[in-house]
Structures are given as structure tokens and as C-alpha cells.
């Protein structure tokens, strides 16, 4: 890339769409802190949506990858209903002890992840969550996520669905 030579090519930095500020003012860049922390919570994560706008912190809305839970933690899991995996304490401790590892490489308002919370429904082609290629649409799982993101930001730090490293 070079700025005095466009036609060399151009630096693709993230959707702008997805970005948003926090309370603070602070930019969060969405897009780039979603592969991080999917990369931080590989393999339980088949993906994620970052939330935080109008607040003081980020947090993420997990979709669980059962057969990369089982491998984590080890143990045959009885049922692969995503609601009943997702409520294993050892899962939550894995996932809380990753972030905290994460957070201490990434400390800064606009990096560091506040709050987690696991969802049993994948995300809905129907409802718009994928997109025609295959992405998540992070603005449509928001939306029709509301309830879960308010949940997230308004539990207590010991609301069992609610993880806080």
C-alpha cells in the first residue's frame, strides 16, 4: 500500500459499520476485536458478536461449538443441546480463565472484554443473522438479540448465564 500511488493497491481495515464508540468516547473496532477474541476462545466459539455500544465496557454474545467443548473440556458431554452445554461450570472457568489471559494482552477500554454470555440458538439465516455469505450480520443478532445484551450489561457478577472474568 502506498498513499501516493492508489492504483498499487488499498489496506482493508474492518467494516466502519460494525465500529462503534463506547460511553467514554472510546472507538471499538469491531470486526478486528471479533476474530481476536474467537481466536482467544477457540475452539468453544463457532462465533461471536461484540457488544458494548451506549455503554462503559464490551462484551461478546457467544455461539457455542459443542464438539470444541467436548474436546476442552475433556469429558463426554451427555446431551449436545447447546442449553444444557453452555451451563457447565467448567466451560464457563475455561472461557473466563482465556479472557483474562486475552485481557492482560489487550488491557486497553476499547480492546478488553467486560462481560460474556453464551446463546443456545445459533445465529438465524431467516431472521438476517448470516448473510448471503455466510457471515454473521452482527446489527441484525444485535437487534433481535436485544433482551440477551440487556441481560449481559444488567446481571449481577454472579448471574450464572453471565460470565465476568
Known sequence: VDPDHPEKGILFDGRVAEDFKLLTGTWVHAGILRLAVIAALSPVVSDLVI???NTDTIGALL???IDGCQMVLRKKIKTRH???VIR???LSEYVKTRIRAYNAQHPA???RISRLLFLSEPPDIDAGEI???GYINQRAVLTRRAEFVKLMYNAEADDRDVIVP
Do not use: I, M, Q
Open 51 to 53: 457488544t458494548g455500544h
Open 131 to 133: 448473510t448471503d455469505k
Open 82 to 84: 447447546p442449553s444444557d
Open 109 to 111: 477500554s476499547s480492546t
Open 88 to 90: 457447565l461450570p467448567e
Open 63 to 65: 455461539f457455542p461449538n
